[in-house]
């Protein structure tokens, strides 16, 4: 069973950065695809970030493009989200997601780290 546990979330600045980090266990990720999701009060879950476990391509919301990176470390089995020049607007909760590569829904994820950025 896939187990996903973020950590990293609190109370930064607008400008300032963040990285969150999600710690996957439970089986070997190799074929599994890694995304984060956040979701803000009052609003519907959205897409962040995506990347396969493998290496290679990455995928991002265009809200986030070029302040946010998506990275995998193999060795420590965890994905990380580093956050740069974070924005009032990136206020929310930041979940872990996995899903096998290919199509499917995203069947595992974490319980979410929140992320406040003041003005």
């Known amino acids: 069973q896939v187990q996903l546990v973020e950590s990293g979330g609190g109370l930064v600045q607008a400008g300032g950065s963040l990285r969150l980090s999600c710690a996957a266990s439970?089986?070997?990720?190799?074929?599994?695809?890694m995304g984060w999701f956040r979701q803000a009060p009052g609003k519907e879950r959205e897409f962040v970030a995506a990347i396969r476990w493998s290496g290679g391509n990455t995928y991002y919301a265009d809200s986030v493009k070029g302040r946010f990176t998506i990275s995998v470390d193999n060795a420590k089995n965890t994905v990380y989200l580093q956050m740069n020049s974070l924005k009032p607007e990136d206020t929310a909760v930041y979940y872990c997601?996995?899903?096998?590569?290919?199509?499917?829904?995203?069947?595992?994820w974490g319980q979410g780290t929140q992320v406040t950025v003041s003005s």
């Open positions: 997601a996995a899903r096998l590569n290919g199509a499917g829904p995203w069947g595992s």
């Open positions: 439970g089986r070997t990720f190799y074929n599994y695809r």
